[in-house]
């Protein structure tokens, strides 16, 4: 009979098949059951409408992070076009959602493998390049994602955008912060679960392999090309997703978020968070939002005291600074991010008293 | 016809800007190898900075202009000291990353002061420097960049060729390990070098200022605008820069001029696709070989 294990106070694998295990220690099993539970069971009945809605952007944009972080994380592409990326999951929902009149069901995995194809075709450059220059051909696709997206107006509906039908499930209908927090986490827990076991897979080593060293990984039998598209197609389908889950949910799209600027925050969450490590995404997710949230609160109630009479005080270049400011502070002084902070964390805890 | 040279002489001036904006670019990715998502904003700030000598301390034209020079020359020198020093040696995305966030940054600080309105400079450029013959039409403001251009061109020329720093420049732009070893200061040209790019960028920011009026938005995308133009003319080339600029410049102001308008932004970008698929290191930059 396997025996409990809570706490190793070393390295005492003896096998392969233990290294790779999910969870560590019981002990991981148990509270990630929990939090599953409380997530599902708690949080929409103690949340406020307002902070239930903030709590389903952190589910949508943890997708799209999740997705950028096997790409930039696990890989080493460095992609600055996961913003477009996610605006063609939220239209190519639309489009098959109107034009086609497909339901929820199968219109968000069928906009994730739309934008996995766009992704590709973006991720070609790959073949040949790398490091810097891979990352300006994403920058380009970004300033090509958006351009099409706001003229291609047959297909888009250029500036007017897309009004999304209300979802339904097995002739349930989905309206409402809270059955969408249903669906929207029930979805990303499916695609935590899914990053988790690829990276136990041959390919998700293999992204591993080609980040660490991608000579290495070549003359080790790996065909790099062929990775490194399969992880663009991975990534933007995560972003696809998000991205449809996110024109569901707002109901109307229209291509003025999918900018730049939103590219960069995703990177800003998985810097943030920890590059490589897939808590990492999640906590970069609600670092940013919450950051987000918590600058608008802000600016508002400062506008609101009146204190600064005649001082044009707007939301926007606040937020652009101190998020910048937040990429440049975590860059020099915690480069592996909010996942190293806990793991630093949990670890003086475990090893208290003797933290040596 | 008149078109045609019309939109010829906009696209070659407006090439010559983009290749003085992307000197400095080239210049900092030639010693140290840093691509610098915030070139566009260090740009702006020159511009800016111009701006409240100019109007709002009311300095001459000329001393306005020096103190701007300086000023950019020191705040690449504070970047270089302050936020990149740190970071010599580490992975590609943090200093990516890093200067995307020293972007955000300097944008959103920019935007707090200036905010998102347009400013003018008054108008200080003589008359008499337009060329106006018959069908051929210039306007000062893009001979000055011309000019303005093209000295700047020639001093870094004789600088990288005779002065001794200019010397100690390329040998770590070659090998860094090797000027290290023969006794040049690393650290020092990489300093020197983040300062002069800044420089250069504040001078391009008050010539696209004089040309398209000064708002942080639009003078921050010139720092986007800037990758096409290194892509094509090769990373690590200054005289390409120059040259990727001119072929940029004509092919936007072409497309903007007979397809249509709006296109004109994207032209650039679907060229640098093309470019990095077919001719990835551009017409003058040094090509990577790797093989396995």
Request: net charge positive; proline share 5%.
């Given at each position: 009979m396997k025996t409990l294990r809570f706490r190793p106070c070393g390295n005492f694998k003896v096998q392969y098949r233990e290294e790779l295990t999910v969870f560590d220690t019981d002990f991981g099993r148990l509270?990630?059951?929990?939090?599953?539970?409380?997530?599902?069971?708690?949080?929409?009945?103690?949340?406020?409408?307002?902070?239930l809605y903030v709590v389903n952007l952190i589910g949508i944009s943890a997708i799209a992070a999740l997705g950028l972080n096997i790409l930039v994380g696990y890989t080493g592409l460095i992609s600055l076009g996961h913003g477009a990326f996610f605006g063609v999951g939220a239209y190519s929902a639309g489009i098959l959602a109107v034009t086609y009149g497909i339901p929820f069901l199968a219109v968000v995995p069928l906009a994730g493998l739309v934008t996995a194809v766009v992704g590709m075709v973006f991720g070609i450059p790959s073949g040949r390049l790398k490091g810097l220059y891979l990352t300006i051909a994403t920058l380009a696709g970004q300033f090509i994602i958006e351009y099409v997206l706001v003229h291609w107006e047959s297909v888009t509906g250029g500036t007017m955008g897309i009004t999304l039908p209300a979802p339904s499930i097995f002739g349930?209908?989905?309206?409402?912060?809270?059955?969408?927090?249903?669906?929207?986490?029930?979805?990303?827990?499916?695609m935590v679960f899914g990053a988790v076991n690829l990276m136990r897979t041959r390919y998700g080593r293999a992204f591993v392999a080609i980040r660490d060293n991608d000579r290495a990984a070549e003359g080790m039998?790996?065909?790099?090309?062929?990775?490194?598209?399969?992880?663009?197609?991975?990534?933007?389908?995560?972003?696809?997703v998000a991205g449809a889950l996110w024109g569901y949910y707002m109901i109307s799209i229209t291509a003025e978020p999918f900018t730049l600027g939103l590219s960069v925050e995703y990177i800003a969450m998985i810097v943030i968070g920890g590059l490589g490590s897939i808590p990492g995404a999640i906590f970069g997710t609600v670092f940013i939002t919450l950051l987000n949230e918590g600058l608008r609160w802000a600016t508002d109630t400062i506008m609101n005291m009146g204190g600064l009479a005649g001082v044009e005080l707007t939301m926007a270049p606040l937020r652009e600074f101190v998020f910048g400011l937040a990429i440049v502070l975590f860059i020099l002084f915690e480069p592996r991010g909010l996942a190293e902070v806990w793991r630093i964390v949990r670890s003086s805890f475990k090893l208290w008293p003797f933290s040596y | 016809m008149d078109f045609f040279i019309q939109l010829l002489i906009n696209g070659i001036s407006i090439g010559f800007l983009y290749g003085l904006s992307a000197m400095g670019f080239v210049m900092i990715f030639k010693s140290s190898s840093v691509l610098n998502f915030a070139h566009g904003e260090i740009l702006a700030f020159g511009a800016f900075l111009f701006l409240a000598l100019v109007t709002w301390a009311q300095l001459p034209i000329w001393l306005g202009f020096l103190v701007t020079l300086a000023g950019s020359f020191v705040l690449g020198f504070v970047i270089e000291r302050i936020f990149l020093r740190p970071l010599i040696g580490e992975l590609l995305i943090y200093v990516i990353m890093l200067t995307v966030g020293l972007a955000a940054m300097f944008k959103g600080g920019m935007l707090l002061v200036w905010g998102g309105n347009l400013y003018t400079y008054p108008d200080f450029l003589p008359e008499g420097l337009g060329i106006n013959w018959g069908i051929v039409q210039v306007p000062p403001v893009y001979v000055a960049a011309v000019i303005i251009g093209s000295l700047f061109l020639l001093m870094f020329g004789l600088f990288f060729k005779f002065s001794s720093q200019g010397i100690y420049m390329r040998s770590v732009a070659d090998n860094q390990t090797a000027a290290l070893s023969l006794g040049v200061h690393v650290r020092r040209v990489f300093a020197l070098s983040w300062a002069i790019a800044a420089m250069v960028a504040g001078i391009s920011g008050i010539v696209l200022g004089i040309i398209n009026g000064i708002t942080v938005h639009e003078l921050s995308s010139v720092g986007l605008k800037v990758f096409p133009v290194v892509i094509l003319g090769g990373l690590d080339s200054i005289g390409g820069a120059i040259i990727?600029?001119?072929i940029i410049g004509l092919l936007e102001t072409f497309t903007g001029g007979y397809l249509s308008p709006s296109l004109r932004d994207v032209v650039p970008y679907i060229a640098l696709v093309f470019i990095l698929l077919v001719k990835p290191y551009g017409l003058f930059g040094l090509a990577e070989i790797e093989r396995v």
């Open positions: 509270w990630s059951a929990v939090g599953i539970v409380v997530l599902f069971a708690v949080v929409p009945w103690i949340a406020t409408p307002y902070l349930v209908a989905i309206a409402g912060d809270l059955s969408f927090f249903y669906v929207i986490y029930a979805t990303a827990v499916v039998g790996i065909p790099i090309f062929r990775y490194k598209l399969l992880s663009f197609a991975v990534s933007s389908f995560y972003a696809g | 990727g600029g001119l």
